[in-house]
């Protein structure tokens, strides 16, 4: 057997408050295969486990599913017990899954089961995608291309009494491209499918699409609609690594004004169209990611950068290393503290005074360990992201007990 392998991460609610010493079992066909206890930062130890090779996610077959599943079973004093049944497990990657626990209600567990990706279940992928907007008409509703804080997505047709979620942007397009595509393709071909995703979102945003129509959501979880969103499914490193550097980038074609709706399927050769399984093959030839995309959607189509984040505290300037002394250390160093009231594992950083130190350097090196960002010790955009966002859901989280 091959191996592959998983990081569990507790939460409480809201990744502002991560739960100590959680018991995590890691079950197969009812049989217990390890158990583990979260640190002080919610993170499990990264466990091995035994998986099928990688070479039957690199081929378009259904013979044997190209990745393991495992069920998880989470315990903590004081909260719901809560279970995710099928949590996916590649060759040679590091699966990361969160859990969301809820205060404990005498007698209920919470479960969950993790669908299919879409390229081994049986799906209709955008079958019913009205693609006016893509093709005929130009519904300009925003003034500009912008990054949500959140999105809304409802769990099922438009037409489903089903719940909605409210989801952070790049915490959705990460959950989208591991339900969509394999984690285990070449990384120009997951660029250019991410980059499609966030275009076929940004779309929706842009125009508007279902609040337009009535609706109190963003998008479906529906691949048949819109893009696959599996509530609390895996999300695999390489995949949240390349998120993590582009949620920004989208696609446009020509002199229009909205984000590319980009349409794909797993394996289709119709115009217009991105082909999952044919993407892979262009990337196994080496073609780069905007070179995918333009043999699928036309050499006219460029990718853009959108300008605006929503509820972004402190605009990012350039990147910070050690021996830097500015505002923007200073800055970092205060976040940084701040968030330790949630994450004690991110050390202190004694003498906040703007100049980035040895001490500072070790604290942004945890807490990228701790965020699964590249344990670089440099903040670059992606890190000073994910300290923002951090420091406003801690903030949050703080303003809640209190008030």
């Known amino acids: ?48 486990l035994d998986t099928v090779d990688k070479n039957y996610s690199l081929e378009n077959q259904k013979e044997v599913r190209p990745y393991e599943t495992y069920d998880i079973k989470v315990e903590a004093l004081g909260l719901t017990t809560t279970n995710i049944d099928g949590v996916q497990i590649f060759d040679g990657i590091k699966s990361i899954q969160n859990v969301y626990m809820t205060s404990i209600d005498e007698g209920i567990t919470d479960t969950s089961k993790i669908t ?12 019913n995608v009205d693609n006016d907007n893509n093709q005929n008409i130009s519904p300009i509703v925003l003034k500009e291309v912008v990054i949500p804080n959140e999105i809304i997505v409802h769990d099922g047709i438009p037409s489903d009494n089903a719940k909605n979620y409210k989801v952070p942007f790049i915490d959705y397009i990460k959950n989208v491209a591991s339900s969509e595509i394999y984690s285990t393709w070449p990384k120009e071909t997951i660029k250019a499918n991410v980059l499609a995703i966030i275009s076929f979102t940004l779309n929706r945003i842009y125009t508007e ?31 949240s690594n390349i998120v993590d550097d582009i949620f920004r ?19 289709i050769n119709k115009e217009g169209y991105l082909s999952q399984w044919g993407s892979k093959d262009l990337g196994d030839k ?27 505290p402190y605009s990012f300037n350039k990147s910070l290393s050690l021996n830097d ?20 594992g991110i050390p202190i950083i004694s003498n906040p005074n703007g100049y980035f130190d040895k001490s500072t350097k070790i604290a942004v090196e945890t807490f990228q360990e701790v965020f699964n960002l590249p344990k670089t010790g440099i903040v670059d955009y992606k890190t000073w992201y994910k300290v923002s966002y951090i420091l406003t859901a801690v903030s949050d989280l703080t303003k809640s007990i209190y008030n």
Not at 254 to 266: D, T, V, W
């Open 286 to 312: 080496g073609l780069t990611d905007i070179e995918i995309l333009k043999y699928y959607y036309g050499e006219n189509i460029n990718i853009y950068e959108a300008k605006i984040i929503e509820n972004y």
């Open 116 to 127: 299919p990706n879409v390229l081994w279940g049986n799906y209709n992928q955008m079958e």
């Open 249 to 267: 980038n989208y696609i446009k074609k020509g002199i229009r004004m909205e984000p590319l709706l980009a349409l794909y399927k797993s394996n």
């Open 209 to 239: 699409w279902y609040k337009s129509r009535g609706y109190d959501f963003t998008i479906t979880s529906s691949p048949t609609y819109d893009q696959k969103y599996t509530v609390n499914g895996t999300i695999f490193e390489p995949i």
């Open 325 to 344: 002394c500015s505002m923007d250390v200073y800055i970092l160093q205060n976040a940084l503290n701040y968030i330790h009231s949630s994450y004690p």
């Open 1 to 48: 057997m091959k191996k592959g392998y998983l990081e569990v991460n507790v939460y409480s609610g809201t990744i502002a408050n991560p739960i100590k010493n959680a018991l995590v079992t890691i079950l197969k066909d009812n049989n217990i295969i390890a158990e583990r206890t979260t640190n002080s930062d919610g993170k499990t130890d990264i466990i091995s």
